[in-house]
C-alpha cells in the first residue's frame, strides 16, 4: 500500500516553520507535557543533545510562537509548549500525529529541504562563464 502525500498544509508548515529534526524533537517533547516548564538542561538531557544546541532550538521555537519563554527571578529562563493561536495549535497537533505515523517521511521532507538550501548557497559560488 503506497502512503498519501503529507497533506499540503503541513507540508506548507514543515517547509516555511520547521528548521530541523531537532526542532521537530524539541517542540514535540514540550508539547507531551503542556503544563510543564522546561530548563534547556532538561530539553538537552532528554534529546541528547548539547545544553547550547538545546538553547538554540528553544529560542528559535520562542521566537516562532510555538513556545513561550518564562523567565524567574534569579534563574534561568524556562519554555513552556503555548501556541501563539488556536490555529497554530491544531497544526502542530496534526503534525505530531503525522509524526507519530509516519516518521520517515517527515524528516525526509525536512532533510530534503536541507539539502535544497545547502544546494542554493553552494549555487551561489558557483563560477559562471560571462556571454
Known sequence: MVPQPIPEELRRFV???IASVPHLE?????RGGTQQ?????AVAERLYISDKLAATLLADLSRAGMTVTLRHAGSEPVFRYQPATAALGQ???ALADLYGRRLVDVTHLIHAKLE???QQFADAFTWRKES
Open 26 to 30: 524539541a517542540l514535540l517533547l514540550l
Open 91 to 93: 497544526v502542530i497537533d
Open 15 to 17: 517547509l516555511t516553520s
Open 37 to 41: 516548564d522546561w530548563s534547556t538542561q
Open 116 to 118: 535544497r538550501k545547502a
